[in-house]
């Protein structure tokens, strides 16, 4: 496994069980709510594990890729919320 996928996929798995926990333990209406703050604490979360590698080499791609994860995720969870809480 490359290094970007090894920083990348603990991150999409964070954010993953994020929502998860995000759609079973709040209501409908606050979903919404939910997801932008999962996002953000996702790219702190990006940073710290980018900057805990003191690696230079790559540095932006392994942010570009765990990034576009992060945004690609979200954006699935926000369809699928939306579907079940049966938006008009």
Known sequence: MTRTLATAIPVWIAVVVAVVLAATLLPDDRW??????IAGGA???TFAVQ???Q???GFVTRLLVTTSGIVLILA???G?????????
Do not use: R
């Open 55 to 57: 690696l230079k080499e």
């Open 80 to 88: 699928l919320l939306l579907i079940i809480a049966g938006v008009d």
């Open 76 to 78: 699935a969870a926000t």
């Open 43 to 45: 790219l702190l979360v």
């Open 32 to 37: 919404g709510d939910a997801l932008p703050a």
């Open 51 to 53: 900057v805990s590698l």
